[in-house]
């Protein structure tokens, strides 16, 4: 049986490097120079051009996915356990 407490241990880590990551991701400091990049004439033809935004659109689309299931994980987190203080507060103001 695996150990519960040694499971949320490595679960916290792999939060903190998500977290990590993320903030990390969001300097955004590859894609500024990207734009630095696209600025030098000559860059690239329309048909490269359509294959870069597409990317681009994807990566925000993801990134709007990220938002969006970070805010349900936290919702959902907040939810576990809920029900039975709710039952036991229930309980508690019955039996006063």
Not at 2 to 27: C, M, Q, V, Y
Not at 39 to 47: D, H, I
Not at 68 to 92: C, F, I, N, T, Y
């Amino acid at each position: 049986m695996p150990n519960h407490r040694a499971e949320l241990k490595r679960f916290e880590k792999s939060i903190t490097e998500l977290s990590d990551a993320l903030a990390h991701l969001g300097k955004g400091t590859s894609l500024r120079e990207l734009i630095l990049i696209i600025k030098r004439p000559g860059w690239t033809t329309p048909a490269e051009l359509a294959f870069a935004s597409s990317i681009v659109e994807t990566m925000a689309s993801q990134v709007a996915s990220l938002e969006r299931l970070q805010g349900d994980l936290l919702k959902g987190s907040q939810m576990v356990g809920l029900e039975a203080r709710v039952g036991a507060d229930v309980e508690e103001t019955v039996a006063s």
